[in-house]
């Protein structure tokens, strides 16, 4: 999946939270890289950060001044 393109925030089964969405899109990003040992903070923050976006692109949340320190507040919101 690409960061210039936000990923569908389209949930598997009603009910399904942002937390889930973003582990799932974490596990996508681990997979592409050919499932590596370690650093799974690497793969998390590249989701958290492709959500952002999308919900900023989406209108679904705005951005901020704080938005660096504060981003996964928004999405979990």
Avoid at 53 to 59: D, H, K, N, P, T
């Amino acid at each position: 999946m690409n960061l210039k393109q936000p990923p569908d925030l389209i949930p598997d089964f009603l009910g399904e939270d942002r937390h889930e969405f973003v582990a799932k899109l974490a596990y996508q990003f681990w997979e592409e890289r050919g499932r590596p040992c370690g650093s799974p903070e690497v793969d998390w923050f590249r989701a958290e950060q492709a959500v952002y976006s999308s919900l900023v692109a989406s209108g679904l949340i705005t951005q901020s001044a704080n938005d660096s320190r504060n981003s996964a507040e928004k999405i979990y919101r």
